[in-house]
């Protein structure tokens, strides 16, 4: 069985930082990409980074020079530190892996992991 869970999520105030976790098992995490992904109410499923298995990072714009993504093979984990974090950011998170052709929307509804709230106050 795959499985991926985050964790991380919690309610801070703009400005503030959280680091996001994810950690996956049932696959060859070494060779996987992984993502995150966000999505706010009313608002669709997005991309905010993704990770290549060398550890090349993409950015969204909404989110280039706050989050840092990186990885750690040696425990199954990927992480999102977010910093300068504005109420924009407040969404739901989930972790996916990239390389598997998932359909976008379904990444939100829980294909993968079910997701960590995070909640920005102005």
């Known amino acids: 069985d795959v499985q991926v869970v985050e964790s991380g999520g919690d309610s801070v105030q703009a400005g503030g930082s959280l680091r996001l976790s994810c950690i996956m098992s049932?696959?060859?995490?070494?060779?996987?990409?992984m993502g995150w992904y966000r999505q706010a109410p009313g608002n669709e499923c997005e991309l905010v980074s993704n990770?290549?298995?060398?550890?090349?990072?993409y950015y969204a714009d909404f989110v280039k020079g706050r989050f840092t993504i990186s990885r750690d093979n040696a425990k199954n984990m990927v992480f999102l530190q977010m910093s300068s974090l504005i109420p924009d950011d407040t969404a739901v998170y989930y972790c996916?892996?990239?390389?598997?052709?998932?359909?976008?929307?379904?990444?939100?509804?829980?294909?993968w992991g079910q997701g960590t709230q995070v909640t920005v106050s102005a």
């Open positions: 049932g696959l060859d995490f070494e060779s996987s990409p």
């Open positions: 990770i290549s298995t060398d550890g090349r990072a």
């Open positions: 996916a892996v990239e390389n598997w052709g998932t359909v976008v929307t379904s990444i939100c509804l829980g294909y």
